[in-house]
């Protein structure tokens, strides 16, 4: 063979080499980053605050454990319909992602529809056990799911009523009956307040286009509401505001993102620690193989008391000591 031929031959067998080894890595790796990065695909449902602080917590939480070479995110924002949710899952579960990251209870339950062996972190979800529909919960989802809980402690928030409104006559809960997570939450509220004592009443919307109706309503019967940690509430509190102001209802709120527009007073988490717990989690899941449905769900390490200053002063509601302004931003 001539020596030409020879240098050709060793040529292409080089290049083959490098091209197999390129292939090589974790999955998920696009043109323009490292190949051996994991691919995260991201569903939020929707523009909010609180899940906008989730995300980014997450993706810094991700970060640091796998440095920023080590992981590629892949960021949806599904505009509050499930819909869209069910869609991007899809896509990603086609796109052979490594992990799904599940920003609040819609889009945990489509990707739990969409996968069984992709691994799914969810965080922002109030309660897995009835979002996943799991009978007898103990903690753990014994799926390819794990994640982070968003419920504060509920015996406390009903507490609270009662110190901004002592005379308190009837509470106006205020949620979507098509959130399983808020459903949870209004069943152990009101168990709370029965074991207080204090009357309540239950108001549902189906949608943010009846929040306005709704609202009107309870606020003609009720003198204090109380909103859970709700996205279709949390997406329409400026319409809520409009109508507490003018009634002078006091509005004791499940999260602070509710809280900072219509708000007086709420026991509130930090989304941004619950996603980067989550963002733990799934660097664990990857890195390490750890099974995510032998990960027990988590909650907030703490929890404080915020007041709104604007609202309470605006209504004439007197706050009591151990609370936090919450800052204006």
Same mark, same amino acid.
């Given at each position: 063979?001539?020596?030409?031929?020879?240098?050709?031959?060793?040529?292409?067998?080089?290049?083959?080499?490098?091209?197999?080894?390129?292939?090589?890595?974790?999955?998920?790796?696009?043109?323009?980053?490292?190949?051996?990065?994991?691919?995260?695909?991201?569903?939020?449902?929707?523009?909010?605050?609180?899940?906008?602080?989730?995300?980014?917590?997450?993706?810094?939480?991700?970060?640091?454990?796998?440095?920023?070479?080590?992981?590629?995110?892949?960021?949806?924002?599904?505009?509050?319909?499930?819909?869209?949710?069910?869609?991007?899952?899809?896509?990603?579960?086609?796109?052979?992602?490594?992990?799904?990251?599940?920003?609040?209870?819609?889009?945990?339950?489509?990707? @739990?529809?969409?996968?069984? !062996?992709?691994?799914?972190?969810? *965080?922002?979800? %109030?309660?897995?056990? #009835?979002?996943?529909? =799991? $009978?007898?919960?103990?903690?753990?989802?014994?799926?390819?799911?794990?994640?982070?809980?968003?419920?504060?402690?509920?015996?406390?928030?009903?507490?609270?009523?009662?110190?901004?409104?002592?005379?308190?006559?009837?509470?106006?809960?205020?949620?979507?009956?098509?959130?399983?997570?808020?459903?949870?939450?209004?069943?152990?509220?009101?168990?709370?307040?029965?074991?207080?004592?204090?009357?309540?009443?239950?108001?549902?919307?189906?949608?943010?286009?009846?929040?306005?109706?709704?609202?009107?309503? @309870?606020?003609?019967?009720? !003198?204090?509401?109380?909103?859970? *940690?709700?996205? %279709?509430?949390?997406? #329409?509190?400026?319409? =809520? $505001?409009?109508?507490?102001?003018?009634?002078?209802?006091?509005?004791?709120?499940?999260?602070?993102?509710?809280?900072?527009?219509?708000?007086?007073?709420?026991?509130?988490?930090?989304?941004?620690?619950?996603?980067?717990?989550?963002?733990?989690?799934?660097?664990?899941?990857?890195?390490?193989?750890?099974?995510?449905?032998?990960?027990?769900?988590?909650?907030?390490?703490?929890?404080?008391?915020?007041?709104?200053?604007?609202?309470?002063?605006?209504?004439?509601?007197?706050?009591?000591?151990?609370?936090?302004?919450?800052?204006?931003?």
């Amino acid at each position: 063979m001539k020596k030409t031929t020879k240098f050709a031959v060793m040529l292409m067998l080089v290049c083959a080499f490098a091209m197999v080894l390129s292939g090589c890595g974790k999955s998920g790796g696009d043109g323009d980053a490292d190949s051996n990065a994991y691919k995260v695909g991201i569903i939020q449902l929707i523009e909010h605050p609180a899940l906008d602080e989730a995300t980014k917590g997450f993706k810094e939480g991700m970060i640091s454990v796998l440095g920023e070479d080590g992981v590629v995110f892949d960021e949806q924002n599904a505009q509050g319909e499930d819909a869209n949710c069910a869609t991007i899952a899809s896509t990603f579960v086609t796109d052979k992602v490594d992990l799904i990251m599940a920003n609040a209870t819609p889009a945990l339950q489509a990707s @739990a529809n969409a996968t069984a !062996d992709i691994p799914i972190v969810g *965080t922002s979800v %109030t309660d897995f056990g #009835s979002a996943l529909d =799991i $009978k007898d919960w103990t903690g753990t989802t014994g799926k390819n799911i794990t994640g982070t809980s968003d419920l504060a402690p509920l015996d406390e928030q009903a507490k609270m009523i009662q110190e901004i409104k002592p005379d308190v006559k009837q509470v106006a809960i205020l949620y979507c009956s098509k959130e399983s997570n808020s459903k949870y939450q209004v069943e152990e509220i009101s168990k709370q307040l029965d074991g207080l004592g204090i009357k309540y009443k239950l108001y549902s919307a189906a949608d943010s286009n009846e929040v306005q109706s709704v609202a009107t309503k @309870a606020a003609t019967e009720c !003198d204090v509401f109380y909103i859970p *940690t709700d996205n %279709t509430m949390a997406s #329409s509190t400026e319409t =809520i $505001k409009n109508v507490i102001m003018d009634k002078k209802i006091p509005v004791v709120a499940g999260e602070q993102g509710v809280c900072s527009v219509c708000g007086v007073v709420t026991l509130s988490i930090s989304y941004y620690d619950i996603g980067f717990r989550a963002g733990e989690m799934a660097a664990e899941i990857l890195r390490d193989g750890t099974n995510p449905g032998e990960m027990a769900i988590e909650t907030a390490p703490k929890v404080t008391k915020l007041y709104n200053k604007e609202v309470a002063d605006a209504i004439g509601v007197e706050i009591p000591e151990g609370y936090e302004a919450i800052e204006a931003e």
